[in-house]
Each structure stands twice: as structure tokens, then as C-alpha cells.
């Protein structure tokens, strides 16, 4: 009798946590299986069944708090449903074929601390609005079609430690207030076309580790105020217009061995890498 009750209970349980589930959340996730042709992934969803089973799903109190389909076959646009998830922390759709603009309303996940969206075919500018997401730790866009400037926006999300924009058709300069980005540790801008003296107020970061500025149209030279990043420990400024070209620099090497010049650059890196 007690183990019937404890059955009886548990169904209730599992029925009243599932009746809980946000329909608009439901529906979010639908508008992505949808709009990324679900059918084709390499991992789909099974609609009819329980959402806690959908792949790359994760639920906190009847709540979407990650989706994580990198290498899953998304094809198609991002919906505009993607800004509907209240308590999503973690967004990972890289590695996939997904083209289009970034949807603006994903300025709307105010809880999210990492955006990931690199390896995938999207295009235009990159939203001002990803500079509401104040939670933000992570911001990798590199390797797809953006194009235009680095919105000034994205310098007020001082919670960032990785911003990685590579490999993709930026143009204009590198933003002064970058400096504002003070738990810095990994900057990428590399392979795109960037214009413009590299900007002294990186040698303000100094928490940063890994600083990627190759294969841009950068002039002038590289401030000597980057001897004091002691954790710097990549540095690659290769393949720009400076007035001198530097040794490309990979692990544990003192500062003052990255602005050595050299007549030739040594790359050792021509691919973002996270």
C-alpha cells in the first residue's frame, strides 16, 4: 500500500512539473527545432516526449536554463522565440550551418553568461543590443560572415572574460573604452579588417592572457605599455600594416619578448582558437 502511494505521489509530482513548464518556453524551443530544420540534426528532438529528454536541454525549476547543440547539423535562421527563454545562462549553437542575421531579441536573456555562436554562416552586423546581457562572461561570434563595427555597446559588459569576434569581415577601429573590460583574459579580433592604430588602452587589461589581432589592416606600433601584462602569454599582431613587423608569441614567455621585431613574423596560429 505505501509503495502504491509513493507511485501515486511521484506521478502527481512528475505531471504537476511538467504542467509548470512556461508554454512560451515550450514554444521557443519548438520555433528552433522548426526554423533550424529539427528533422535533419544529427541528434533531434522527439516532440511528443517529455522536454527534460529533448538533447541539449536542460531544466532548473521548470525552467530552460541551457541549450547546448554545437555539432548538431542546425540549419536555417535563429527564431525570434530565441529571446524568450527568462532563465537561460547558457547558449552554445556552434559548429552548425546557421545563417542569417543574430536575432535582436536575444538581448532579452538577461540571466545568460555565455553566447556561443561561432563556426556557423551568420551574417550582418552584430547586434548593439548583446551589450544588455550585463551577466555575460562569454562571447564567442568568430568564424561566420559578420560584417560593420564592433558595437560600442558590447564595452559596457565588464563581466566579460572571453570576447572572441574572429574570422569574420568587421570593419572600423579597435574601441578605446575596451578598457573598461577589466576581467579580460582572452581578446580575439584576429582575421578581419580592422583598421586604425592598436589601442594603448588594452595595456589596461591586465588580467588578459590571450590577445589574437592578426590579419587585420592595423597601423602604427605596438604600444610598449603591454610589457606590464604579466599574464599575457599569446600575443599575435602578424599579417597588419604596422610600421614593424613582431614575433608572433605562444606560451610562457615574459612580456618583453613580445615586441621584439623581427623581419618576419612567425605565426603559429592562423585559425581562432577558443
Avoid at 516532440?47 to 542546425?74: Q, R, S
Avoid at 572572441?164 to 576581467?183: E, H, V
Avoid at 597601423?219 to 604596422?242: A, H, Q, R, Y
Amino acid at each position: 500500500m505505501k509503495t502504491l502511494k509513493l507511485i501515486v505521489v511521484c506521478l502527481l509530482t512528475t505531471t504537476f512539473s511538467f504542467a509548470n513548464i512556461s508554454l512560451t518556453e515550450k514554444d521557443a524551443l519548438i520555433a528552433l527545432y522548426n526554423s533550424t530544420q529539427g528533422t535533419q540534426w544529427n541528434t533531434p528532438w522527439d516532440l511528443n516526449a517529455d522536454i527534460d529528454t529533448w538533447y541539449g536541454v536542460t531544466i532548473e525549476d521548470n525552467k530552460v536554463v541551457e541549450i547546448n547543440l554545437p555539432f548538431n547539423n542546425l540549419q536555417g535562421k535563429l527564431p525570434h522565440e530565441i529571446g524568450n527563454f527568462s532563465s537561460l545562462k547558457k547558449l552554445n549553437l556552434g559548429f552548425n550551418k546557421i545563417s542569417g542575421n543574430i536575432p535582436t531579441s536575444l538581448s532579452n536573456l538577461k540571466s545568460l553568461t555565455s553566447l556561443e555562436l561561432f563556426m556557423n554562416a551568420l551574417e550582418g552586423t552584430i547586434p548593439s543590443e548583446l551589450g544588455e546581457l550585463k551577466n555575460l562572461e562569454s562571447l564567442k561570434l568568430y568564424s561566420n560572415k559578420l560584417d560593420g563595427e564592433i558595437p560600442s555597446s558590447l564595452m559596457g559588459l565588464t563581466n566579460l572574460k572571453e570576447l572572441l569576434l574572429g574570422s569574420n569581415f568587421l570593419t572600423g577601429t579597435i574601441p578605446t573604452d575596451i578598457y573598461a573590460l577589466t576581467k579580460l583574459q582572452k581578446l580575439s579580433l584576429m582575421d578581419n579588417k580592422l583598421e586604425g592604430e592598436i589601442p594603448v588602452e588594452i595595456a589596461q587589461l591586465t588580467n588578459l592572457e590571450e590577445l589574437l589581432l592578426s590579419t587585420n589592416k592595423l597601423t602604427g606600433d605596438l604600444p610598449l605599455e603591454f610589457m606590464n601584462l604579466t599574464k599575457l602569454t599569446t600575443i599575435m599582431v602578424s599579417d597588419n600594416n604596422l610600421n614593424q613587423e613582431y614575433i608572433s608569441v605562444s606560451g610562457k614567455n615574459p612580456p618583453s619578448m613580445m615586441i621584439l621585431p623581427s623581419q618576419r613574423a612567425t605565426a603559429s596560429m592562423d585559425i581562432e582558437k577558443e
